[in-house]
């Protein structure tokens, strides 16, 4: 079973930037993609940014130029350096790694992230 566990989220307020950890853990594996999802209530789960293992990243155009995802494989972990923080970035975080082979994704419990002023 895989793991995984937030931290970073927090009260900003516009303008200000926040780093998101996640770090997986439990059973060996090698994630193949890692990232982070965010929720508003009433709205689906949107992409925020993903990394493959070989470091090719996707960004949604509402944070592109604005956030920084990242990884270290040996260690499992992805962060997600937000900055330039927006109202519009008040959301629920999760943390998510996908698996290719057997194909299966796990999420994080979800860290919540509010732009305040």
């Known amino acids: 079973q895989v793991q995984l566990v937030e931290s970073g989220g927090g009260l900003v307020q516009p303008g200000g930037s926040l780093r998101l950890s996640c770090a997986a853990s439990?059973?060996?594996?090698?994630?193949?993609?890692m990232g982070w999802y965010r929720q508003v209530p009433g709205n689906q789960r949107e992409l925020v940014a993903t990394?493959?293992?070989?470091?090719?990243?996707n960004y949604a155009d509402v944070v592109k130029g604005r956030s920084t995802v990242s990884r270290d494989n040996g260690k499992r972990t992805v962060d997600l350096q937000m900055n330039s923080l927006k109202f519009e970035d008040t959301a629920v975080y999760y943390c998510?790694?996908?698996?290719?082979?057997?194909?299966?994704?796990?999420w994080g419990q979800g860290t919540q992230v509010t732009v305040y002023s």
């Open positions: 439990g059973s060996r594996f090698a994630p193949d993609v």
């Open positions: 990394i493959t293992s070989r470091g090719a990243t």
């Open positions: 998510y790694v996908r698996i290719d082979f057997p194909p299966r994704s796990y």
